[in-house]
């Protein structure tokens, strides 16, 4: 088991670039299933979510390459194999394939979905989108059933603006026969690049990116090419990390507009902002006044930056809050953040933070992917060692990591855990 050590407090200087979309890549990939040849998708992350939908793809029996960034997927030789366990049990958007198997095979078997826990995180509203097209769904022993004689366009309003429910119904509906109209869909740049790639496989999607999308089926879709978006929230992690710990650091490969709601934030409490046309320049922070964090839907501030941003809150000069609106139960990275020497306490959806507190290296454990990547930022900006544990979860979402904090200087090495029990004893 690998674990990450820190050595803390080295100016970060220069320029980091930003990989394809994490969330973009978990639809892009599945939504390859629903094309007649061959589908190659361009930039995207280096990531472990990636890596588990390429193995799930060819357990389908897809033929999937995946070199720089580049993969290329035949879809032909797909079965409708069911997914019951395994790999499916890895990350969230593994339900994606439900949509897209449900679309090409009317039928698909496919475990309910792994991925980070931040409270709970139910799928009733992907479900009551498949039946609305047609599709019987049952879950039979944490397995979700799906199947339909003939998928036919439907009328659905969604009762919160799901992410994962928008592209999953717009997956199953682009081959089902008819219109169908998603109401108070999400808006999330995200749902634009899967609407993007399918479009360009020949579907009919309009409004993606409002609250109300129009779906035309057509009878098929053929093979594409498509280069994702940039990662907005790995964007942001790096903005936040440039005014914890830059001495100047330039964010490159990012489109300013997605990051707009960290940014004026960020501007908030005092830190410069420079926006060029893919880049974002964060100059040296001199210091910090506290705000206030409220989670909302696109384009309101990301629920998976209030974890990273809450590092600056620890610096802060004041009481900062952050009220996580989307999850319950996202703030597992303050108790971590105390044992650093932070000021943090939780109440309900909410943590509040008294900055500002220097920070000591630790032992800590990243609980889920965007708390990792917050032990990261306060291991950077700590005196002394961090060790951070279950990295795995960073893996999921951070494309290589490590070299590209350590060509800013940062002192960061993904070390063997048997490794350091070594060195300790000896
Ligand atoms: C793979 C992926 O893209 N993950 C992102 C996606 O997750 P995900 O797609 O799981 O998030 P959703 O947008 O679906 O969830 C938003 C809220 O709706 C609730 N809900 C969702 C679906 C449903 O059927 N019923 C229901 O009640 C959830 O519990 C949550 O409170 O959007 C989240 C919100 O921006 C991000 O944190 C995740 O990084
Ligand atoms: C919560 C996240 O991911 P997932 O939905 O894949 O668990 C995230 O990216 O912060």
Same mark, same amino acid.
């Given at each position: 088991m690998?674990?990450?050590?820190i050595q803390?407090?080295k100016r970060?200087?220069?320029?980091i670039?930003v990989?394809?979309a ?15 040849s061959?589908?190659?998708?361009e930039g995207?992350?280096?990531i472990?979510d ?6 799930l793809?060819e ?12 993969m290329?997927i035949?879809?032909t030789?797909m079965?409708d ?11 969230r958007?593994s339900y994606?394939?439900?949509?897209a198997?449900?679309g ?5 078997v496919?475990?309910?979905p792994?991925g980070?826990?931040?409270?709970p ?9 498949f039946e609305?097209l ?6 039979e022993?944490g397995a979700i ?10 009328k ?7 992410v994962?429910?928008t592209?999953?119904?717009?997956l ?8 169908t ?5 999400a808006?999330?740049p995200?749902i634009?690049d899967?609407a993007?790639?399918?479009?360009s496989?020949?579907?009919s ?6 609250n109300v999308?129009r779906?035309?089926g ?7 090419e498509?280069t ?6 790995e964007a942001?992690t ?9 001495d100047?650091?330039?964010?490159d ?7 707009e709601?960290l940014?004026?934030?960020?501007r908030e409490?005092?830190?410069e ?7 974002i320049?964060?100059?040296k922070v001199?210091?910090m006044k ?6 909302l839907?696109?384009?309101g ?9 809450s590092?600056?809150?620890t610096?802060?000069i #004041?009481?900062? %809050? *952050?009220?996580d609106t989307?999850y319950?139960a996202?703030f597992k990275? =303050? /108790?971590?953040f105390n044992s650093? $020497? ?8 909410t943590?509040?933070?008294n900055?500002?507190?220097?920070l000591? #290296?630790?032992? %800590? *454990?990243?609980s889920d ?7 990261? =930022? /306060?291991g950077?900006l700590?005196? $002394?060692?961090?060790e951070?544990h279950d990295?795995?979860h ?5 494309s ?5 904090l350590?060509?800013?200087g940062a002192?960061?090495?993904?070390v063997?855990?048997s490794e350091v029990v070594t060195?300790e004893?000896?």
């Amino acid at each position: 088991m690998d674990v990450y050590k820190i050595q803390g407090q080295k100016r970060l200087q220069g320029t980091i670039k930003v990989s394809g979309a994490k969330n973009s890549a978990v639809a892009l990939i599945p939504a390859s299933i629903l094309a007649n040849s061959k589908v190659t998708i361009e930039g995207l992350p280096e990531i472990l979510d990636v890596w588990t939908l390429k193995s799930l793809l060819e357990e389908i029996g897809g033929q999937v390459s995946f070199e720089d960034g580049t993969m290329s997927i035949d879809p032909t030789a797909m079965i409708d194999m069911p997914l019951p366990n395994g790999n499916v049990k890895k990350l969230r958007a593994s339900y994606y394939l439900m949509g897209a198997m449900l679309g090409r095979f009317k039928k698909a078997v496919i475990g309910l979905p792994g991925g980070c826990y931040l409270g709970p995180r139910p799928i009733d509203q992907h479900i009551k989108g498949f039946e609305a097209l047609g599709a019987k769904v049952t879950n039979e022993h944490g397995a979700i059933y799906l199947r339909a004689d003939e998928l036919r366009g439907a009328k659905i309003y969604l009762d919160v603006s799901s992410v994962g429910a928008t592209i999953n119904i717009m997956l199953a509906a682009v081959l089902a026969k008819g219109q169908t109209i998603i109401e108070n869909a999400a808006k999330e740049p995200e749902i634009i690049d899967v609407a993007t790639l399918l479009t360009s496989m020949g579907a009919s999607i309009k409004g993606a990116g409002t609250n109300v999308i129009r779906i035309d089926g057509v009878e098929e879709l053929h093979g594409t090419e498509h280069t994702i978006i940039p990662d907005r929230i790995e964007a942001g992690t790096y903005m936040i990390m440039a005014a914890a710990i830059g001495d100047g650091v330039t964010i490159d490969n990012v489109i300013p507009l997605h990051v707009e709601p960290l940014t004026a934030k960020l501007r908030e409490m005092g830190v410069e902002v420079q926006e060029l046309e893919e880049k974002i320049h964060i100059p040296k922070v001199e210091s910090m006044k506290p705000v206030d964090i409220k989670t909302l839907v696109y384009p309101g501030f990301p629920t998976d930056l209030q974890q990273p941003f809450s590092v600056l809150q620890t610096q802060a000069i #004041g009481t900062s %809050v *952050v009220t996580d609106t989307i999850y319950t139960a996202r703030f597992k990275h =303050i /108790a971590e953040f105390n044992s650093m $020497g932070a000021k943090g306490k939780v109440e309900g959806r909410t943590s509040i933070i008294n900055g500002p507190t220097p920070l000591t #290296g630790a032992t %800590v *454990v990243a609980s889920d992917l965007r708390a990792g990547a917050a032990l990261v =930022i /306060a291991g950077l900006l700590a005196k $002394g060692e961090t060790e951070i544990h279950d990295i795995y979860h960073i893996e999921r979402g951070y494309s290589n990591i490590i070299e590209k904090l350590k060509k800013l200087g940062a002192g960061i090495d993904r070390v063997s855990l048997s490794e350091v029990v070594t060195k300790e004893e000896k």
